[in-house]
């Protein structure tokens, strides 16, 4: 049922290849002191599930989603967005087909409850059923030589594999992450235990965000290059805030951007989390961007993807919570932004 693989994904594909580091005035700038466990299996309690079922599902949820729910089947997850009507995001998403045709939400789990409760307003007289499965499911994180082989290594491929249903994620440090769902009760992927904050390191060096309570509309999906890592499309039909998303994209009036940002250990006594602001010695006066989300490295230093102003990111000398916070350095994304669709 398993074939474990340690083929790391190659970064030299076109859509996960690294981008040019931004100048920093911090001297950590090198990912490559970060060292993730070579395999490991975690379980994420802190996401949750929303199911859809129903012959219209997949029909309904490409009418409210930021990609194309059309494309999705037991072979290919999808990471959307759930937006306002002014584009910002209210949740993101990793959708799953099971073979039984109903589909899977994998979201923040404190986002949930409010999430679907707006998706389930606009059900009307689609044949959709939607419910909180997060009792139904167990949620876990692959890393590295735990990952199964699902014969493609892209990221978003996915397979069903006896009760589970499998998604190949971005990698980290050069390692393949998964993520595993099954029922409840069923047997746990194989592998060492891993301790959530390595697998919460690895969602961060992925370069991945996913959208908590804390951010809640306080992007549009291109604020956390979602556009460039298969969360938006561009050519489906209209859904709550493709007008904004597409102006952002195609106007050029997209101005903030996220990144992958550390603190050194000896700047790291008081915690990161999502929410917090960050400023820039350019402009100190306001804030230049969020923190998205944030976990604590094996080796002591802060990790964070954060949403900031293009402009700060490339002028360096960043801060966290004030002007003279703790000061962060910008590591290379692992992934090329897309610079036209």
């Known amino acids: 049922m398993q074939a474990p693989t340690n083929t790391p994904i190659p970064a030299s594909s076109p859509s996960l290849a690294p981008s040019a580091p931004l100048a920093s005035a911090h001297p950590l700038t090198d990912s490559s002191a970060i060292q993730l466990p070579a395999s490991g299996v975690a379980h994420l309690e802190h996401l ?13 949820l490409n009418g409210q ?18 937006c306002s009507a002014k584009g910002r995001m209210q949740a993101s998403f990793v959708a799953i087909k099971r073979d039984n045709g109903d589909v899977l939400l994998v979201c923040s789990a404190d986002l949930l409850a409010p999430t679907l409760k707006r998706l389930s307003m606009f059900v009307m007289r689609a044949k959709a059923k939607l419910r909180d499965a997060s009792a139904d499911f167990a949620v876990y994180g692959l890393l590295g030589q735990s990952a199964t082989d699902l014969g493609a290594s892209a990221p ?14 971005y990698p980290a440090q050069g390692l393949a992450r998964q993520l ?8 746990a992927p194989a592998g060492p235990a891993l301790v959530l904050a390595d697998w919460q390191s690895s969602e961060v060096l992925s370069g991945v965000a996913t959208v908590s309570a804390a951010v809640v509309e306080a992007f549009v999906p291109q604020m956390l290059n979602f556009e460039s ?9 209209c859904y709550p805030g493709q007008e904004v998303v597409a102006r952002s994209q195609f106007r050029g ?3 903030r951007r996220a990144y992958i940002a550390q603190w050194a250990p000896s ?8 929410g917090q602001e960050l400023f820039s010695s350019q402009d100190p006066d306001q804030p230049c961007g969020l923190v998205v989300q944030a976990a604590r490295s094996a080796q002591g230093s802060w990790l964070a993807i954060v949403s900031m102003q293009t402009s700060a990111a490339e002028a360096g000398n960043l801060y966290l919570g004030s002007p003279s916070g703790a ?3 910008l590591l290379p994304l692992p992934y090329t932004l897309l610079e036209d669709i």
């Open 267 to 274: 700047d790291s006594d008081a915690p990161v989390a999502a």
């Open 253 to 255: 009036t997209l101005k």
């Open 65 to 82: 989603l930021s990609n194309d729910l059309n494309q999705l089947s037991p072979s290919l997850a999808r990471l959307a967005a759930f």
């Open 48 to 60: 949750g599930v929303i199911e859809a079922s129903g012959e219209d599902a997949i029909r309904f």
């Open 156 to 169: 978003w491929s996915a397979a069903n594999t006896g009760e589970a249903s499998v998604v190949q994620l």
């Open 180 to 187: 595993w769902l099954s029922p409840t009760g069923a047997p």
């Open 229 to 237: 890592v298969g969360g938006v499309s561009f050519k489906k039909g």
């Open 327 to 329: 000061a962060l350095a």
